[in-house]
C-alpha cells in the first residue's frame, strides 16, 4: 500500500514539473529589437554563404524595416519593432553620455555578409519602442555576438 502511494505521489510530481514546463512553450513571447537583428543577421549571412555573394544589410528608417540583399537584387526584410537601429563602427570611441546612457555617434550607412562566412567589424545600436538603448558587437569571423565582461 505504501508503495503504490509513493508511485502516484512521485507520477504526480513528474506530471506537475511536465505541466508547468510545457506551458512555458505554448505561451508566446513577444520578439525583441534583438531577436530580430540576430534573426536578420543570420539569415544575411546564410544567403551570402549559400549563394557565395557579398550581401549587404541597411536600416530603412521610413518604413521601419532591417533589410539585405545580394547582387543580384531579391531585397529581404524584416520589419523593426522598436524606434531605430543604427550600424557604428567597431571602436566605441565615439560615444557620449545622454541623459544617462551612452550613447554612439558615427553611424555607418550599411554592412555586409561576405561568402566565407565573416562580416564586415561592426556594432549596432537598437533603440527599443520605450527608448532603451543598448548596444551589440559582432565577432568578424562568425557573425555571433561578443560578450565584454563588465568593468
Avoid: C, Y
Avoid at 77 to 99: H, S
Avoid at 113 to 138: C, I, K, M, N, Y
Amino acid at each position: 500500500m505504501l508503495e503504490v502511494i509513493l508511485a502516484i505521489a512521485l507520477l504526480g510530481l513528474v506530471a506537475g514539473l511536465f505541466i508547468s514546463g510545457g506551458s512555458d512553450m505554448f505561451r508566446s513571447r513577444q520578439r525583441t529589437p534583438a531577436d530580430i537583428f540576430w534573426e536578420a543577421v543570420q539569415a544575411a549571412r546564410l544567403q551570402a554563404v549559400q549563394e557565395d555573394v557579398v550581401v549587404t544589410m541597411r536600416f530603412d528608417e521610413k518604413n521601419q524595416r532591417l533589410l539585405w540583399h545580394g547582387p543580384a537584387g531579391g531585397e529581404h526584410g524584416l520589419d523593426w519593432p522598436g524606434k531605430n537601429l543604427e550600424f557604428l563602427p567597431a571602436d566605441a570611441d565615439d560615444t557620449i553620455l545622454l541623459g544617462g546612457q551612452l550613447v554612439a555617434t558615427g553611424a555607418v550607412m550599411a554592412v555586409r555578409f561576405h561568402a566565407d562566412g565573416t562580416t564586415d567589424r561592426f556594432r549596432v545600436q537598437l533603440t527599443d519602442a520605450e527608448g532603451r538603448v543598448s548596444q551589440l558587437e559582432l565577432d568578424p569571423w562568425t557573425a555571433a555576438p561578443i560578450v565584454r565582461a563588465s568593468p
